[in-house]
């Protein structure tokens, strides 16, 4: 039971136009959301968070987009560049039997043509 | 500045080798974890440690067994390996669980 979706395997965008990677999650309880980069042969790296009480978070090239009503999340990166080219997770938090479970999705490759 | 330190980097085992996957962390972090990536699973919690002294079995813990050695030490062991255990390991540590983590560079394992 997959409860956190990230259903486009990979993603190809041009240099300096828009980069939009999706999310959907299942549980509704879930109250915290992240994405994290992954570069090859590296470990994931924390790029942006948003809480369950917002819809939007932005942080210089980066902006998460929350919709709790659609169980939705989205990742725009603007503009791209060739450097984001990585595969990028969602993940989603919530409070389980006494401790915060994080959910990982299974990651969507992104790949910034030049 | 090392962050999140994973030994070995590689690891080929034979099926019922024992081994134990070493984790440090300088950045002074109460929670640590340990995850498994395979391919189209994402990334899977096997076990964490919310505080020194303290050990919690994760999402998929079965033939796997931890050690919160101190506050900076997080070892993950592997006591019988099977094939089913061939993955990319993890360890990560942050602030708090809740909190965005600080991953090693990952331990590729592979059981034969």
């Known amino acids: 039971d997959q409860q956190v979706k990230q259903n486009s395997p990979s993603l190809s965008v041009q240099e300096g136009r828009i980069s939009i990677l999706n999310c959907d999650y299942t549980?509704?309880?879930?109250?915290?959301f992240l994405w994290y980069k992954k570069y090859p042969a590296e470990g994931p790296t924390f790029l942006i968070s948003?809480?369950?009480?917002?819809d939007k978070n932005e942080d210089g090239r980066f902006t998460v987009f929350l919709n709790k009503s659609a169980k939705h999340l989205s990742l725009h990166i603007v503009p791209s560049q060739p450097g984001d080219s990585a595969v990028y997770f969602c993940a989603a938090s919530l409070n389980s039997g006494g401790y915060q479970k994080v959910t990982f999705g299974t990651g969507t490759k992104l790949q910034v043509i030049p | 500045n090392a962050g999140v330190t994973q030994t070995p980097k590689f690891q080929v085992l034979k099926t019922g080798q024992s081994m134990t996957l070493q984790c440090a962390q300088d950045?002074?972090?109460?929670?640590m974890y340990w995850y498994r990536q395979d391919p189209g699973m994402g990334l899977r919690l096997i076990y964490y440690?919310?505080?020194?002294?303290?050990?919690d079995k994760g999402e998929v813990p079965n033939g796997y067994n931890v050690s919160r050695l101190n506050k900076r030490e997080f070892s993950l062991r592997l006591e019988s390996a099977a094939p089913s255990q061939t993955s990319v390991y993890f360890c990560?540590?942050?602030?708090?669980?809740?909190?965005?983590?600080?991953f090693g560079q990952g331990t590729r394992l592979t059981v034969v």
């Open positions: 549980n509704s309880m879930f109250d915290y």
């Open positions: 990560a540590s942050g602030r708090e669980f809740r909190t965005e983590a600080f």
């Open positions: 950045m002074n972090h109460n929670s």
């Open positions: 440690s919310a505080s020194e002294g303290t050990t």
């Open positions: 948003i809480s369950s009480i917002k």
